[in-house]
């Protein structure tokens, strides 16, 4: 089922990301549509809804695609991204990936928590997609100063098969033998870089 939806939608996002140039600043001007749920600059002031900025531009891309097609559900972002065309999108990715990261302002109020975060993000090699830093790359995301609750949301999202992701399935996999203690854990560790 998955498979069938995806199929066509790589075909027009590749036929699309070498034909024309992304606009940076008419991504920041469709952008208007988001700041009062992502926030200024992309980075999100509201429960359950993540920050953008800094993402990888394909992984800004691949999420509204998978949105637009059903095969990745939210209420709030359905009406949106039925405004999007793949112009629109294209624009969204490079804007988005242009902006500076979020800033951990808040000091680690658990550091033991984040040191078994990071034994438990090495244990299951999560860098070895994520790379070193954390900040994602092409279709991976960035995770490295997300929202905490956010992080733990999306974790029990992959675990339980709400959300299913692209290619391989990859968060799936990896998310499914995930303890309570480990999310937990990994959410703080890696909100806190
Ligand atoms: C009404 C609030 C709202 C608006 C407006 C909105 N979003 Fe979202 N967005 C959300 C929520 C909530 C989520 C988290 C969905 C989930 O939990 O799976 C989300 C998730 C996303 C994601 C996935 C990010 C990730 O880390 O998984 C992307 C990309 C995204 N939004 C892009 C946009 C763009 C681009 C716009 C403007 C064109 C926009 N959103 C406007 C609420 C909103
Ligand atoms: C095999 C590669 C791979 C490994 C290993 C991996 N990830 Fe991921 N991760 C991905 C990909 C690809 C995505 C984007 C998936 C999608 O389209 O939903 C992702 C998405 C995520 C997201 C959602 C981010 C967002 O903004 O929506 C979180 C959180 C996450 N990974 C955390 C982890 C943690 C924690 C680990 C280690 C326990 C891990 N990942 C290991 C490939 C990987």
């Known amino acids: 089922m998955r498979n069938t ?7 027009v996002l590749l036929c699309c990301t ?5 606009d940076i600043a008419a991504g920041k001007e469709k952008a208007e549509l988001c700041v009062g749920c992502h926030g200024e600059g992309g980075i999100s002031q509201m429960e359950n809804i993540p920050s953008l900025a800094a993402q990888p531009d394909l992984f800004i891309q691949w999420q509204l695609v998978f949105f637009r097609a059903g095969a990745r559900k939210n209420e709030q972002m359905q009406p949106i991204v039925e405004q999007l065309n793949n112009d629109d999108i294209r624009n969204l990715g490079a804007y988005f990936a242009s902006l500076e990261p979020p800033k951990n302002a ?5 550091p033991d928590l984040s040191i078994k975060g990071a034994q438990a993000a090495a244990g299951r090699r999560c860098a070895s997609c994520h790379t070193d830093s954390y900040a994602g790359t092409r279709a991976v995301a960035r995770v490295a100063g997300q929202r905490e609750e956010y992080l733990v949301k999306a974790l029990h ?8 992701g692209g290619g391989m399935a990859a968060m799936a996999d990896v998310a499914y033998p995930l303890s309570e ?8 560790y890696l909100a806190h870089l």
Not at 5 to 11: N, V
Not at 18 to 22: K, M, N, P, Q, V
Not at 157 to 164: E, N, Q
């Open 157 to 164: 999202d992959y675990k339980s098969g709400v959300r299913s």
């Open 18 to 22: 070498s034909a024309r140039a992304a």
């Open 106 to 110: 808040k000091p680690d109020d658990d």
């Open 5 to 11: 939806l995806i199929a066509p939608l790589c075909a």
């Open 181 to 188: 203690e480990e999310i937990e854990a990994l959410a703080h």
